[in-house]
Nanobody, 126 residues
Framework: QVQLVESGGGSVQAGGSLRLSCAASGLSYSVNFYCMGWFRQAPGKRREGVAVIDTLSNTIYSDSAKGRFTISRDNAKNTLFLQMNSLNPEDTAMYYC??????????????????WGKGTLVTTSS
């Protein structure tokens, strides 16, 4: 059974940083063969994409994440990361880790992701 477990969320003041982690287990193949990504859902809003990373560590970021967030992966440890800097109140959301079978990510698209974690909450105060 596939499990994606996020951690690292919390409450920070504007301008602060957090590092999210996502531990993957139960995948049929090594996490190296999956496109991995982070998505978020703010209160009262639809879930949106933040960033994705492929097996070669090529990345795609949303406009809101560019320049502030960094997605990375440790295939040996089956772990995905999201380093978030210069956080602002608009970043307050539940952050979800997701995986898609297939080594490459063509775009940030939640509809094509196969597996999801339960999320970790990030709250940024002004």
């Amino acid at each position: 059974q596939v499990q994606l477990v996020e951690s690292g969320g919390g409450s920070v003041q504007a301008g602060g940083s957090l590092r999210l982690s996502c531990a993957a287990s139960g995948l049929s193949y090594s996490v190296n063969f999956y496109c991995m990504g982070w998505f978020r859902q703010a209160p009262g809003k639809r879930r949106e994409g933040v960033a994705v990373i492929d097996t070669l560590s090529n990345t795609i970021y949303s406009d809101s994440a560019k320049g502030r967030f960094t997605i990375s992966r440790d295939n040996a440890k089956n772990t995905l990361f999201l380093q978030m800097n210069s956080l602002n109140p608009e970043d307050t959301a539940m952050y979800y880790c997701a995986a898609r079978r297939g080594a490459y990510c063509n775009r940030i698209d939640q509809s094509v992701m196969d597996y999801w974690g339960k999320g970790t909450l990030v709250t940024t105060s002004s």
